[in-house]
C-alpha cells in the first residue's frame, strides 16, 4: 500500500501561481511514475503532468509551458508548480502513483485549485 498526502491547493487569481506537492509514503517501489491529474466539474479526469522514477516527463498540452512538475526522490515527494494559472484550471488536482510492474495506480484525496478574479 501506498498513501499519498497532498498540500498547496487554494484560490488565486488569473495569472497568478500555486505549487502544489504530495508526499507518498508506504511500500514504494524504485520503478515508478509520480504525477498529478484533475478532475473539473462535469469533466472526466485527465493527465496534468507525470514523472517516472527514470525522469520521463510528460505533460498535458494545456499546461506545457506554463506548469513543470519535479521530484525529489529522497523525500518520495512530488511537486507541480502552476504559473499563468487561467480559469479553466480550475480543478480538483489528485496526486497519482503507480507501480510500474504491477500497475496498481494509489490516489491521493484532491486538493482544490480554484482560479477566479
Known amino acids: 500500500q501506498v498513501q499519498l498526502v497532498e498540500s498547496g491547493g487554494g484560490l488565486v487569481q488569473p495569472g497568478g501561481s500555486l505549487r502544489l506537492s504530495c508526499v507518498a509514503s508506504?511500500?514504494?517501489?524504485?520503478?515508478?511514475?509520480m504525477g498529478w491529474y484533475r478532475q473539473a466539474p462535469g469533466k472526466q479526469r485527465e493527465l496534468v503532468a507525470r514523472?517516472?522514477?527514470?525522469?520521463?516527463?510528460n505533460y498535458a498540452d494545456s499546461v506545457k509551458g506554463r506548469f513543470a512538475i519535479s521530484r525529489d526522490f529522497a523525500k518520495n515527494t512530488v511537486y507541480l508548480q502552476m504559473n499563468s494559472l487561467k480559469p479553466e484550471d480550475t480543478a480538483l488536482y489528485y496526486c497519482n502513483f503507480r507501480t510500474v510492474v504491477s500497475g496498481i495506480d494509489y490516489w491521493g484525496k484532491g486538493s482544490l485549485v480554484t482560479v477566479s478574479s
Open positions: 514523472m517516472t522514477s527514470g525522469r520521463i516527463i
Open positions: 508506504g511500500s514504494i517501489s524504485s520503478i515508478n511514475t
